[in-house]
């Protein structure tokens, strides 16, 4: 019976039979169980990791070095093959070693190899274990991949999307939450015969800097412009589906054969942000992956007994996970108003709860729990074709995963009730709100202090222009409109002037370029006085251009100031990490909330 007949007859797997000795640094092959479980000696075959060809037998784990003699575990001569060899730790042996091996010492015996050091051994061990686990992981990665890969279901919906699965740069995924009744126990949920609509619909903007997120949901009831889309078909087909003007956000998904990339190029006709991927889900993906993780904690204001839904919680905290975690993300009737824009707030609660509970170390450090995780996401989720297989989605989460999550914000895009209705049932763009939530993350401007970020320009700047010191009212600059919104050149000069005490500041009109970035030029012996404009204006280091001066109105030399596209309006810092939100509610992950 070889190696592996008699691991299988143990039910042990024959790879787990290879266990290295940390005092000798062979690996033995374990033919019987330990005498720790069984209780008798167990037989070794070993092999030598120093290439020397040495092998004996042991009768307790620890084979006997030098020993020439033929044993139970051995064979006379080492120049023969070993009976069992672990295939990738077979050492070369070099001839010589080979003749050493094969010459008696004087004595009958061979010498006793030098005792190995405890560092040595040390390293041997750490070695040998680390070989064991970099070859059975490689292995259980590719048959998990394979397992995982299979479960993935994939659109393609051509230039709606990214073809990279990261960007350099901010990127947004489009979480869509679809009513489509599939999978068991779901005949009940949803509309009767429907194709599957935007029912849930988050827009999630991750920084550049990867330091912040702002998912922000978009009311399903929400009255916009649907554009013309194209769909391709399984056949490699494609069809141009007409926009429509005035529909529900929800029927860019569903409605007349549109697929997730008609939502995705919807989202980026009312937001001004183009979705890189999608990520979609059913019904099923609630279910699935609140089990997976093993419950989601949420917490209520008060007592909860929903007839239509079915829905009954506890005041105070409990853990919901399957029917009544969807029956929770699905009523309406049990909070606030009872209107969509309260249950997405509820919704909101519970997905900063998931991802807390995600990234808690129970489920990272929990080999099965992850596994469950991993094989319920997949199942669940439909991606478009670019990110469409399991290690292409585990690229996108680690890099997801780097955001913390208390600055993790959730949003809603501001809304009013649509005037044109006499009873209310959709909601409109409230434009006096909308525009500056969008322009913030358009802007890529957190919702959250992230202050790590804004210390790291502070000292860029201050090692640009470090030892110089000045006042507001000393420095001189004009300033160009660069690509900034039509009017920020006289707006950020009133508000240097009455608001900042930087007087000798002039509007200069349009620059002769557009540019992305603001930037701020200066002569060598203006140093402190761009250090001053620097920390009144929140510049970063990369604004800094060291360069000449130009002539002001008043025949003196000035600093030239080029706002461009990434101006975030009079009067707001270039590095600021948070900005006054009016009237728009927002929570982050990292905080648990009570639903009322």
């Known amino acids: 019976m070889d190696a592996h007949s008699r691991g299988r007859a143990d039910d042990i797997d024959p790879a787990d039979q290879w266990v290295l000795n940390p005092q000798t640094g062979n690996y033995e092959l374990r033919l019987n169980r330990s005498t720790e479980e069984s209780g008798s000696a167990t037989s070794t075959v070993t092999e030598d990791v120093e290439g020397t060809g040495l092998r004996g037998n042991s009768r307790t784990g620890s084979p006997r070095e030098g020993s020439g003699r033929r044993g139970s575990g051995s064979r006379q001569g080492t120049t023969d093959r070993p009976r069992h060899e672990v295939p990738s ?121 990867r330091t912040n997120a702002t998912a922000m949901s978009i009311p399903r009831d929400l009255v916009t412009d649907i554009p013309e889309c194209e769909t391709r078909k399984p056949d490699g087909t494609s069809t141009v589906i007409p926009g429509t003007p005035n529909e529900r956000f929800n029927t860019s998904l569903g409605q007349n054969g549109r697929d997730p990339g008609c939502t995705m190029k919807t989202v980026e006709n009312i937001t001004g942000l183009k979705p890189d991927h999608f990520m979609m889900v059913d019904f099923n993906a609630v279910k699935e992956l609140t089990t997976a993780v093993g419950g989601v904690q949420v917490c209520m204001s008060k007592p909860v007994d929903d007839p239509k839904s079915h829905l009954v919680l506890p005041q105070g905290r ?112 409230d434009e006096s709100r909308a525009p500056q939530v969008l322009q ?49 050149a006289q707006a ?64 003196q030399p000035a600093m030239t100031l080029t706002l461009g596209a990434d101006f975030k309006g009079a009067g707001v810092k270039m590095n600021a990490s948070s900005l006054p939100t009016p009237n728009v509610e927002k929570s982050t992950a990292d905080k648990a909330q009570c639903a009322s």
């Open 89 to 209: 730790q077979r050492s070369r042996r070099s001839p010589q070693g080979a003749r050493d091996a094969a010459m008696p010492s004087t004595s009958g015996r061979r010498k006793r190899k030098p005792k190995k050091s405890r560092k040595k051994k040390a390293l041997l061990w750490t070695g040998g274990v680390m070989a064991f686990v970099v070859v059975g992981a490689s292995l259980g990665a590719y048959v998990l991949y394979q397992k995982l890969n299979g479960n993935i279901d994939t659109i393609d919906v051509g230039d709606a999307g990214s073809k990279n699965v990261v960007s350099d740069g901010p990127m947004n995924i489009l979480i869509i939450g679809t009513d489509k009744r599939t999978g068991k126990g779901n005949e009940g949920y949803g509309d009767k015969g429907s194709a599957g609509h935007a029912d849930t619909t988050i827009l999630f903007h991750v920084s550049e800097d």
């Open 318 to 429: 409990s853990k919901v996970q399957g029917e009544k975690a969807l029956a929770l993300l699905r009523t309406r009737h049990s909070f606030g108003n009872e209107s969509d824009l309260d249950r997405i707030k509820v919704q909101q609660q519970f997905l900063g709860s998931m991802i807390r509970e995600m990234k808690s170390s129970d489920t990272l450090t929990n080999p099965k729990k992850l596994y469950k995780l991993a094989d319920a996401a997949t199942n669940a989720l439909t991606v478009d074709s670019a990110i469409g297989d399991a290690k292409k989605l585990m690229t996108l989460a680690q890099e997801i995963g780097k955001v913390n999550t208390k600055n993790v914000t959730f949003t809603t895009l501001p809304v009013r009730d649509n005037p044109a209705e006499k009873i209310k049932a959709t909601v409109v763009i």
């Open 440 to 488: 913030m993350m358009r802007d890529d401007v957190s919702f959250t202090e992230v202050k790590r970020k804004a210390a790291k320009e502070k000292a860029a700047v201050a090692a640009r222009l470090k030892g110089t010191k000045s006042g507001p009212s000393e420095v001189r600059v004009k300033i160009f409109n660069g690509g900034a919104k039509g009017g920020s």
């Open 492 to 555: 950020q000069l009133s508000w240097l002037q009455t608001e900042a005490g930087v007087t000798k500041s002039e509007n200069a009109g349009n620059s002769d370029a557009k540019q992305p970035r603001t930037t701020l030029e200066y002569a060598p012996e203006q140093a402190d006085q761009a250090r001053e404009l620097a920390s009144i204006m929140g510049l970063s280091g990369s604004a800094m251009k060291p360069g000449a001066s130009v002539t002001n109105s008043q025949g």
